[in-house]
């Protein structure tokens, strides 16, 4: 009896023990991450200043080359490992664990869809910085370089290797994206694109597929118009068709639009060409795959009945789509429980368009989240409230030192 009476005693102490080890190990870390935290809060005018800074570089979609640079020299700097650019102007750089942990990338996109010679002078009235490019993507960008300087601060050392890249052409289709899933040499296991409103999570894709239509014919004048074909009757046959034939589902949500369209030189001549531009968009693949090959069949019957020929160019691809268990999956569980470390309200969708979609597109489980406020999107009266970059960035330390 009193072996077994010190037996059980001892269990409990040790088991004790380990109670008291894992709670001190758990106050520990979260000691480390307030102190991560804390880098935020106290180097709000540094943060600032690089927002002010990158977001005087011009950065069209294939010419992120000067915003590159900047991004390549901030990694050398932080002490990133494996720091490059590669052949696509993606910057790559790599907080590394051990060589068996998992692998987390955190993207944001370098690119804007405002020209070279835009002009690019931040304002600030009330705490609104009011520049293009003011949310789309910059403070991103400098939210991964700041979450890597917050982790160090902290000595917050994550479960997982971290690969921060600053992605190029997000905004005509995430070739950079899909350029550094395809090329990259290690298994990817996560992915949290950085693009969007402080405070959404998006743990699904919405394909799009943008196809331009080009219907031509022989030209001539009006006045020997009659019985011959006309690029231009083509065009309004086959547009009437696609709305009357093709059958778009709500459920998944699925849409097409023909939005552009145009052709013909002058009004008194057969339109030689005629063209337009459809956007196809829905969450299920094959649906968006069903409406793109409709499109197709039905463009060219009505080519073949109107004596013209077709020709098809596709502008943009991106993939659609939702993985099996992608809500409750850790990394969306873990991205809705950052945004309630910062007293932020988590706004949950199936239906993001970003980096993120190219990651799904590859089977990686993947989330798109914001790390600011931000209005006017793609038009010279871009703005981004300031405050809100400091609890985006603390999300993201959040998921670093949490994710596993």
Request: glycine residues 10%; negative net charge; aromatic residues 6%.
């Amino acid at each position: 009896m009193g072996m077994r009476i010190r037996s059980w005693m001892c269990t409990t102490l040790i088991g004790g023990l380990v109670v008291l080890l894992l709670a001190f190990a758990a106050l520990a870390s979260e000691v480390d991450l307030q102190k991560a935290y804390a880098y935020v809060d106290e180097n709000k005018e540094q943060i600032l200043a690089d927002w002010l800074e990158l977001v005087r570089i011009p950065a069209p979609s294939k010419q992120e080359d000067l915003r590159a640079e900047w991004v390549r020299q901030k990694m050398l700097e932080v002490g990133l490992e494996d720091v490059y650019i590669d052949g696509l102007k993606n910057v790559v750089g790599t907080l590394k664990v051990s060589e068996t942990a998992p692998t987390l990338v955190f993207a944001a996109h370098m690119d804007t869809v405002f020209p070279m010679d835009i002009v690019l002078d931040p304002v600030i009235t009330d705490g609104i910085l009011h520049v293009p490019g003011a949310g789309d993507n910059t403070p991103s960008v400098v939210a991964l370089i700041h979450t890597v300087k917050a982790l160090q601060a902290g000595n917050v050392t994550p479960k997982v290797n971290i690969v921060f890249v600053a992605t190029s052409q997000e905004e005509i289709g995430l070739n950079g994206m899909k350029y550094f899933l395809e090329t990259y040499d290690k298994p990817i296991d996560m992915v949290v694109a950085v693009d969007g409103g402080l405070g959404g999570v998006a743990y699904g894709a919405l394909g799009i597929q943008w196809l331009k239509v080009t219907f031509n014919t022989p030209e001539g004048h009006s006045l020997s118009s009659r019985g011959k074909p006309s690029a231009a009757r083509s065009l309004a046959r086959a547009i009437d068709r696609l709305y009357n034939e093709i059958e778009i589902p709500a459920e998944p949500r699925s849409v097409m639009n023909v939005g552009m369209l145009g052709g013909g030189t002058v009004v008194n001549a057969i339109a030689a060409e005629a063209w337009f531009k459809v956007d196809m968009r829905s969450m299920d693949g094959d649906i968006l795959t069903r409406i793109g090959e409709q499109v197709r069949q039905i463009s060219e019957e009505v080519a073949r009945e109107t004596g013209a020929t077709v020709s098809f160019e596709v502008e943009t691809d991106i993939p659609g789509g939702q993985l099996p268990g992608a809500r409750e999956h850790k990394l969306t569980q873990t991205a809705v429980a950052a945004l309630e470390s910062v007293g932020i309200q988590a706004r949950l969708s199936d239906m993001g368009s970003c980096d993120s979609n190219a990651a799904i597109g590859k089977g990686i489980y993947s989330v798109a989240i914001g790390v600011t406020r931000a209005g006017g999107g793609h038009s010279v009266d871009e703005w981004a409230e300031i405050e809100s970059i400091y609890p985006g960035i603390k999300q993201l330390i959040y998921i670093a030192a949490n994710i596993h």
